[in-house]
């Protein structure tokens, strides 16, 4: 599905990334999911969360995140 992924080196304090074509792959359950979903959802084990209606990611644990574009 994602073929050419294209890690980001991001620093966490300046926020997190969004865009078309920008995602998140959670380390804990493996789950990828868009920086801009239409509905707000979370990966399997909630590590990663994007509530749409408040324009928000929350992370648990940063150490178990990738970005990556493609």
């Known amino acids: 599905m994602f073929r050419r ?3 980001m080196s991001i620093d966490f304090s ?3 990334p969004v865009g078309k074509n920008i995602y998140y792959e959670c380390s804990e359950c493996n789950e990828v999911i868009p920086s801009t979903p239409i509905d707000s959802l979370s990966c399997k ?3 990663v ?3 749409v209606d408040a324009g928000r ?3 648990n644990d940063d150490n178990q995140v990738k ?3 493609r």
Do not use: M, P, Q, W
């Open 14 to 16: 300046e926020g997190y």
């Open 5 to 7: 992924k294209k890690y």
């Open 57 to 59: 990611i929350s992370i």
């Open 67 to 69: 970005i990556f574009s």
């Open 49 to 51: 969360s994007i509530d």
């Open 45 to 47: 084990c909630g590590n």
